[in-house]
């Protein structure tokens, strides 16, 4: 006895974290953005500076949105002076931490405030830090229940602008309170935590020689274990530093920043890589014109992704690829209008690690307001945005076969999961996982697909 299989095909954003997409929020004035965190619902928050809402000047912007890119609530904080949101984190049960820079009475020095609220954008305390001179805090996160921040401190017993290092408990009080510098100006620029235990402190240095890239490595109550400064600044005045630092699969580590490979021309965007003890063991240059790298995250068997900005003709956003030995694997653009214009198109801040493999960039783009606005895109692991297709299923053979036979239906393969569902005279049914299904039954067919 012949019959025929019914199919049918759905595709579906099956898991709502692993959606990707590229968006722009802001104002009618200008909104900058700085920092980023995803939430364990695939959900992403935002902070930066807005002039476009708040109570006057500058204002910490904070922006959540979901899984989709959808805006779920915004929050405005500071005074009537310029403040500026900085940097967060996430802490336990999704708790969100954000640091701003904020004025001191008088409005001539600095110093920082942090705030903590749930999910839903509820505040739930905030604390004043700094000295009577300038302070900024530049990176946070957290680790064991505690809170780290660093940054520079002009106060605090700095002899001039050393790293301030800042630890306090969920509740935002202090534990820690210390500064870590030398003769000259220290600043910190991010905090990474480490697979043994401690953690990385990277920034700059003027007390060796000149303006060069520092990496100190500290225990969690920041006692110095190592300092290590690496001269990458060829064109002897050029302020070489590091901004973004990461340890890898394999326990190395990789610097990124700008730079000069040379005593002419303009910066580049350098990458290092450093055994677990400091030790350099290879130096590349992006060859890009005014490339200057802001932040690396580790990618698979030592490979490692960094978002820079390449300025030639007008500023984009760049995610590169390297493998394990510095070889180049990606270089995409994102938010350049094109031409031979050199408007700021977009500028970049960070990018993290997502859920499902998926990368997280955010940056301040140019391209729809000449104010400037918030850009975030969520991407795939080759830096795809999206995915033009049309995919189908096919079948191996007749979809008229007898009793006790099969025929193959598959879909195109490389998503990240399929689930096929079975409809027949009993109901639906879960039957299959992959690209692939063997169908024995009468009944439709469907198969979900997350891309």
């Given at each position: 006895m012949k ?7 759905i595709?579906s954003?099956y898991i709502?974290?692993?959606?990707r997409f ?6 009618p004035?200008q909104e900058?953005a ?16 807005t002039q ?11 922006l ?10 915004t ?5 009537t002076?310029n403040?500026?949101g900085?940097?967060l ?14 004025p001191?009475?008088g409005?001539r020095?600095?110093d920082?405030?942090v705030?903590?609220f749930?999910?839903n ?19 946070i ?5 505690s ?5 520079s ?12 290092f800042?630890k306090?408990?969920q ?8 500064n ?7 600043s ?5 935590f480490?697979s043994d235990?401690n953690?990385l402190?990277a ?9 060069t890239?520092?990496?100190v490595?500290a225990?969690?109550?920041g006692?110095?274990?190592?300092t290590k400064t690496?001269?990458l600044?060829?064109?002897n005045?050029y302020?070489s ?12 580590l990789l ?14 965007m ?21 490339d ?15 978002l ?7 500023c984009a956003?760049?995610?590169f ?17 094109g031409?031979?214009a ?19 960039i955010?940056g ?16 795939d692991?080759?830096g ?17 076969i007898?009793?006790?036979d099969?025929?193959s ?5 490389g ?7 079975y ?7 879960h ?6 299904l ?14």
């Amino acid at each position: 006895m012949k019959y025929s299989l019914l199919i049918v095909f759905i595709l579906s954003f099956y898991i709502s974290k692993a959606q990707r997409f590229e968006k722009n929020y802001g104002g009618p004035g200008q909104e900058e953005a700085r920092d980023l965190i995803e939430l364990s619902d695939g959900s992403v928050v935002m902070v930066g500076t807005t002039q476009s809402f708040g109570a006057g000047g500058k204002d910490i912007f904070m922006l959540k949105v979901s899984s989709g890119g959808v805006v779920q609530w915004t929050r405005t904080l500071g005074s009537t002076g310029n403040d500026e949101g900085l940097a967060l984190t996430r802490g336990n049960n999704d708790e969100i931490y954000v640091a701003g820079l904020v004025p001191q009475s008088g409005g001539r020095l600095t110093d920082v405030q942090v705030f903590r609220f749930n999910t839903n954008g509820v505040q739930l305390g905030s604390m004043y830090f700094g000295s009577s001179q300038n302070d900024r805090i530049n990176d946070i996160g957290f680790k064991a229940n505690s809170l780290y921040l660093v940054g520079s401190t002009f106060g605090n017993g700095a002899l001039q602008e050393d790293i301030w290092f800042l630890k306090t408990d969920q509740a935002l009080t202090t534990t820690i309170n210390k500064n870590i510098g030398f003769a000259l100006n220290e600043s910190a620029n991010r905090i990474c935590f480490t697979s043994d235990g401690n953690l990385l402190l990277a920034g700059r240095t003027s007390s060796f020689g000149g303006n060069t890239s520092l990496v100190v490595k500290a225990n969690l109550q920041g006692d110095t274990l190592w300092t290590k400064t690496f001269d990458l600044d060829n064109r002897n005045g050029y302020n070489s530093q590091v901004k973004g630092i990461a340890e890898l699969s394999n326990q190395q580590l990789l610097i990124t920043g700008p730079g000069s490979p040379s005593s002419s021309g303009y910066t580049q965007m350098f990458h290092q890589k450093l055994s677990s003890n400091s030790t350099v063991l290879y130096t590349r240059w992006s060859g890009q014109l005014s490339d200057e790298g802001a932040d690396v995250i580790a990618g698979t068997n030592g490979a490692y992704y960094i978002l820079s900005g390449y300025c030639n003709f007008g500023c984009a956003l760049r995610l590169f690829k390297y493998d394990n030995a510095g070889n180049q694997l990606l270089n995409i653009p994102y938010q350049h209008g094109g031409g031979n214009a050199y408007p700021n198109y977009a500028l970049p801040s960070s990018l993290i690690a997502g859920a499902s493999k998926r990368i997280l960039i955010i940056g301040t783009t140019f391209t729809t307001d000449s104010d400037g606005d918030m850009y975030l895109a969520r991407l795939d692991s080759a830096g795809a945005v999206s995915v033009n297709f049309s995919p189908v299923i096919t079948a191996g053979a007749s979809l008229s076969i007898c009793s006790g036979d099969s025929v193959s239906l598959s879909v195109p393969g490389g998503y990240l999961a399929y689930q096929w569902f079975y409809t027949g005279s009993t109901g639906t049914n879960h039957v299959g996982n992959g690209s692939v299904l063997q169908a024995r039954s009468t009944g439709t067919y469907r198969c979900f697909i997350t891309t």
